[in-house]
């Protein structure tokens, strides 16, 4: 008897188990250096390494919710200073490289005093927090980043911090499912 083709949902499990066997099997440097493009804080990387092997890609996302959930001050404000401020084309390619520019997409077709804006909100807020805005930009548009940064200034840098951290939790698992594709395709 012929065995019937494989099913969509069989093919994209063994595809993810390969891409888990990947990142179990990275050395510890290119782990680390992994982990930290996925959310720019070294003790955040340091202790995802050191928890492989994961069994799946949800255990993977469940450890880095808890190593992130223990992070302090320091190191969200590490994380926040890995991205690139909203708008900033230069700072993508230095700060996340493919993902951070890919992310910010929205940003690209703004308009000239969307843009303006968005830098001198960039500015205010960064004076009256302490730190870099921070919001998970993909599949945004440039005036909802700017709206939600003009919604958020008013809050308090303690509350901030939370949002920023909240924010980069989503970007952290975004860029996770983006290196389990990386290590899907063999290209990392």
């Known amino acids: 008897p012929v065995s019937p083709p494989p099913t969509r949902a069989s093919l994209c499990l063994l595809m993810s188990r390969k891409a888990m066997q990947r990142i179990n099997a990275l050395s510890e ?29 949800d255990a993977m996302k469940a450890r ?10 320091e190191e969200i404000l590490e994380a926040f200073l890995a991205h690139p401020k909203i708008g900033d ?9 493919k993902w951070a520019s890919n992310e910010q997409k929205g940003m690209s077709a703004a308009s000239e005093d ?8 960039n500015a205010d807020y ?19 980043m700017l709206a939600i ?33 990386d290590m899907e395709a063999g290209s990392l």
């Open 114 to 121: 969307t843009a303006a804006a968005m830098a001198k909100g």
């Open 149 to 181: 940064l003009q919604g958020r200034i008013s809050n308090t840098p303690e509350q901030e911090l939370a949002n920023g951290a909240a924010e980069q939790n989503k970007i952290t698992h975004l860029r996770l499912n983006k290196l389990l594709a």
């Open 89 to 97: 084309k230069k700072g993508a390619e230095k700060h996340g490289g």
């Open 29 to 57: 440097a290119d782990a680390v250096a992994a982990f930290k493009a996925c959310c720019g804080c070294v003790k955040y990387a340091k202790a995802m390494e050191s928890s492989r092997p994961f069994a799946d890609a």
């Open 64 to 73: 880095s919710d808890q190593i992130w959930g223990e992070c302090g001050r």
């Open 126 to 144: 960064e004076t009256k927090m302490g730190f870099r805005y921070i919001v998970c930009a993909t599949g945004k548009t440039a005036e909802e």
